[in-house]
């Protein structure tokens, strides 16, 4: 019976080490793909070009400076990532979603209720 528990045992064990490199791989593949639209001066070469465990411990690094901002998309990446195929529309919220079409009818004014 004690055999049985320290096989389970271990095999927790190696399910969790396994558990936490996969962990780890995603979390340096999310910065990895977070630098990839960066300009080449901008780029961390320890996370963009290091092997996992390298970008892990320069991610962890670079969070114990900047915190939980790490992970917010900065004004450069928002930059990069605008379609340069798109056209750049104004921010009108009240107009119609269709730029240089003519303006929609208004609607109709609800009549009031005749009953009596």
């Known amino acids: 019976?004690?055999?049985?528990?320290?096989h389970?045992?271990?095999?927790a064990q190696i399910n969790s080490s396994l558990y936490?490199?996969?962990?780890?791989?995603d979390?340096?593949?999310?910065?990895?793909?977070?630098?990839r639209v960066l300009p080449a001066e901008k780029k961390n070469e320890?996370?963009?070009?290091?092997?996992?465990?390298?970008?892990?411990?320069?991610?962890?690094?670079?969070?114990e400076i900047q915190?939980?901002?790490?992970?917010?998309?900065n004004?450069?990446?928002?930059?990069?990532n605008n379609n340069p195929f798109h056209p750049i529309t104004p921010n009108n919220h009240g107009t119609s979603s269709s730029f240089g079409a003519p303006p929609k009818p208004?609607?109709?004014?609800?009549?009031?209720s005749r009953i009596l």
Do not use: T
């Open 20 to 25: 936490q490199q996969e962990i780890k791989a």
């Open 46 to 63: 320890l996370i963009y070009n290091g092997d996992v465990e390298i970008a892990f411990n320069e991610i962890v690094k670079i969070f």
């Open 1 to 6: 019976m004690l055999l049985m528990h320290n």
């Open 67 to 73: 915190g939980g901002a790490i992970f917010q998309a």
């Open 27 to 35: 979390l340096v593949n999310y910065f990895k793909n977070k630098h």
């Open 106 to 112: 208004i609607a109709k004014p609800q009549k009031p």
């Open 8 to 11: 389970a045992a271990q095999q």
């Open 75 to 80: 004004r450069v990446q928002s930059d990069v």
